[in-house]
């Protein structure tokens, strides 16, 4: 009996434990797995850089946080960048530190005048009606991809930290005119 007692009790753990593994609970799911993105869409650039943008939703109870992004070769260098108030109270585009936060349950819109993804040194004009590849990457490394039509655009021509925005000898100044 004893025996039989002991066959049973490790069978119902073995089960239990399995049943624990094959869960899909939230906390474990990666970053880029409970985000969606709404509405991408790049500037239409000739040279030098231009923007992504789009709505990001957080389907996760915990922020997120987007780190980095990179593209499918049509930029040099890709920033996350903000605008914000320096110390003279002049709005200026900068890189944004510590990434963008994606609020849990909630969504994130990346706009002009606003916090986006600044591609820079373009390696070829971003056309109206072109596709760009964007890749982002998370805080806890997973990445998520999506495609974002350009489009012509006549705003966004925002002021860079320590300097006017174009021609200026700010920290942007190396990146050209923003289309």
């Not at 108030?85 to 200026?92: A, L, N, R, S, W």
Request: charge should be negative; hydrophobic fraction near 35%; include cysteine.
């Amino acid at each position: 009996m004893k025996r039989l007692t002991t066959l049973l009790l490790v069978t119902v753990t073995a089960v239990g434990l399995t049943a624990c593994g094959a869960s899909t609970d939230a906390s474990t799911a990666t970053e880029a797995s409970t985000v969606s993105v709404q509405d991408p869409w790049v500037k239409a650039a000739d040279s030098g850089m231009t923007a992504a943008f789009g709505t990001f939703r957080n389907a996760a109870d915990r922020d997120v946080t987007i780190v980095s992004a990179t593209t499918d070769g049509v930029a040099g260098r890709v920033e996350l960048h903000e605008m914000a108030t320096d110390e003279d109270g002049q709005m200026v585009m900068r890189q944004k530190k510590g990434g963008i936060v994606v609020p849990a349950g909630k969504a994130h819109t990346l706009e002009p005048g606003g916090d986006h993804i600044m591609l820079m040194d373009l390696t070829r004009p971003v056309e109206p009606g072109q596709d760009v590849r964007v890749t982002i990457r998370f805080s806890d490394d997973s990445t998520m991809s999506f495609t974002a039509p350009a489009r012509s655009f006549s705003g966004a021509e925002e002021d860079y930290e320590g300097g006017t925005g174009h021609g200026d000898t700010g920290e942007h100044a190396d990146h050209g005119d923003h289309g």
